[in-house]
């Protein structure tokens, strides 16, 4: 079983910065991609960004230049840290890891990200 706990989500007015952790514990050797997902009222989820267990990220058109996705595989940790918010942005962030390939087997519990304008 693998746990994920978010931190450092809050409220932030528009062109601030927040940065999001990500702790893992449990069987984490099941995990190699991380990534962090969100999902508004009203929308479906989406995803944000993904880090390979090789350190090969992929990010949403929406928030490229913007946000950076980094890990600590000491600390099976994974980090989001968003530049320039925006309204848009407003959601629960969700972390989510797994398999390279599959990196939202598991699920946090969300940490909510308002953007005021």
């Known amino acids: 079983q693998v746990q994920l706990v978010e931190s450092g989500g809050g409220l932030v007015q528009a062109g601030g910065s927040l940065r999001l952790s990500c702790a893992a514990s449990g069987i984490i050797f099941t995990i190699n991609a991380m990534g962090w997902y969100r999902q508004a009222p009203g929308n479906q989820r989406e995803s944000v960004a993904v880090i390979t267990s090789g350190g090969r990220t992929n990010y949403a058109d929406s928030v490229k230049g913007r946000f950076t996705i980094s890990r600590d595989n000491a600390k099976n940790a994974v980090y989001l840290q968003m530049n320039s918010l925006k309204p848009e942005d407003t959601a629960v962030y969700y972390c989510?890891?797994?398999?390279?390939?599959?990196?939202?087997?598991?699920w946090g519990q969300g940490t909510q990200v308002t953007v005021s304008s």
């Open positions: 989510t890891g797994g398999p390279d390939g599959f990196p939202r087997r598991y």
